[in-house]
């Protein structure tokens, strides 16, 4: 059962929490959404009946999630301090469990890096903590909205992020290329922008329902001497893994740097 859940922050990643949420018809009595600033998803949030608030400071609730930009999260935890101990589930890169832990004593930290496809009940979401008791608080808040994967060392968070919390926009940097590139072949850009959106879709689900590894699946479209073969011939030759590899690598020292190690 969904526990009641404040969420502070309703910006990205919170309102496209409160979006995948209400999709998935959890009870919008259960939410309360503290956000000093309006925004359309809080908005949409006290128009299905949650409780929408100016500040934590006004709501108590056993699950936090805790949805704000790195620069100001100390000050959005002040407003929990008094507040008997919960679980709060943290969604912020670069801020580790322990500096929370200091600022909240007593609650139970969650570390999650996921995607805003949560927004649409189809996220992906990596997970950590170290406190006991917390893995079906978290598979009830964002289990319904994402697959998750929970990983063994704090540390995984920041390639997480880099693979995961940021491939969701190489993956739309791909499909952009990709229509891009039918129309410099000499289709019209809507055509072509729809032909990779779908394209994408279909190899998404593909790989969704098909859990053979990923050069198997590979191999089923690429046929020897054929047209997808000479393809992914020449994305070699023009240097993609590098590139991913180089994307992975900036994306990875961002959070390191934003953990300040």
């Known amino acids: 059962m969904f526990p009641t859940t404040l969420l502070i922050g309703c910006g990205r990643l919170g309102g496209a929490l409160v979006r995948g949420w209400l999709s998935k018809g959890i009870d919008p009595a259960r939410l309360i959404v503290a956000e000093s600033h309006p925004t359309p998803d809080a908005d949409r949030a006290r128009k299905a009946g949650a409780e929408v ?8 609730a056993d699950t936090v999630v805790l949805a ?65 008791g917390v893995a079906d608080t978290v598979d009830a808040v964002l289990g319904s909205v994402s697959s998750l994967v929970r990983l063994e060392d704090e540390a995984d968070i920041d390639i997480a992020t880099a693979i995961s919390g940021s491939g969701q926009g190489y993956v739309f940097a791909f499909a952009k290329a990709l229509a891009e590139a039918g129309e410099r072949a000499g289709l019209a850009p809507d055509i072509a922008t729809g032909l990779a959106r779908a394209t994408l879709m ?20 690429a046929s020897p001497g054929g047209t997808t073969q000479a393809g992914l011939d020449a994305m070699e030759q023009a240097g993609m893994p590098g590139a991913v590899n180089a994307a992975v690598a900036a994306a990875l020292a961002k959070a390191r740097e934003l953990a300040g190690g």
């Open 68 to 132: 704000v930009k790195p620069k100001v999260w100390r000050e959005a935890v002040e407003a929990l301090s008094g507040k008997p101990a919960g679980t709060l589930i943290s969604l912020m890169a670069g801020v580790r469990a322990a500096d929370i832990a200091k600022a909240l004593p007593g609650w139970r930290i969650v570390r999650v890096m996921p995607t805003t496809g949560i927004g649409v009940g189809r996220g992906a979401a990596a997970w950590w903590s170290q406190a006991d």
């Open 202 to 221: 279909s190899g998404s689900a593909v790989m969704e329902a098909d859990d053979r590894d990923l050069e198997t699946l590979i191999g089923e479209v």
């Open 53 to 60: 608030v100016d500040s934590a400071s006004e709501a108590a």
